[in-house]
């Protein structure tokens, strides 16, 4: 038998169901588990055109780290949840470190927050905020240009600034 010290990342399809209770077979505690994320479509290793392609392409994979190595966050797949932190920032919870690109609209006030390629774990999501100047938050996934959206609806202009922190998007007012 051999030990783990420490597991802290995990990429997985959905097949990761599977792996997990396997792992866990290991007497790997679950809280060992660091940020797994699905990339399905987003890296497939074979062609998904053939029947063999896709059956190389259903994969769970394990990356294991021991105390003595720091894991870099891997790129994220799905948004989460959004938080608010205070009354001047929020944050957009991914399941890593994820890309984005803003857009204002000032009728009425509110923050369009694109990020492409990644996903919505479960379906259309809103979050009354009701802080600072974030009323709520509403995510959705868009099938045809496959990228999620985040509407940060404002109570009026505010001069905000967004950045990618870890597996967060964070906004915060300047």
Do not use: W
């Not at 990342?9 to 209770?21: A, L, N, Q």
């Amino acid at each position: 038998m051999y030990a783990v010290t420490n597991l802290v990342r995990i990429t997985f399809d959905p097949e990761v169901m599977s792996g997990k209770p396997c792992i866990r077979g290991l007497r790997v505690p679950a809280d060992k588990f660091y940020m797994p994320v699905g990339y399905g479509e987003m890296c497939p290793i074979a062609t998904n055109e053939t029947d063999k392609g896709r059956f190389r392409n259903r994969r769970v994979e394990f990356l294991l780290y021991t105390l003595d190595s720091v894991p870099e966050m891997p790129d994220g797949t799905a948004v989460k949840s959004v938080e608010v932190v205070d009354a001047s920032t929020v944050r957009i919870v991914c399941n890593g470190k994820v890309k984005f690109t803003t857009k204002t609209l000032d009728d009425p006030y509110r923050l369009l927050i694109d990020m492409p390629n990644v996903f919505l774990l479960d379906g259309t999501l809103a979050f009354e905020l009701n802080r600072g100047p974030y009323v709520r938050a509403r995510v959705g996934y868009h099938p045809d240009g496959k990228f999620t959206r985040t509407v940060l609806d404002l109570t009026g202009p505010v001069d905000l600034d967004v950045q990618a922190v870890d597996n967060y998007v964070v906004v915060k007012v300047k």
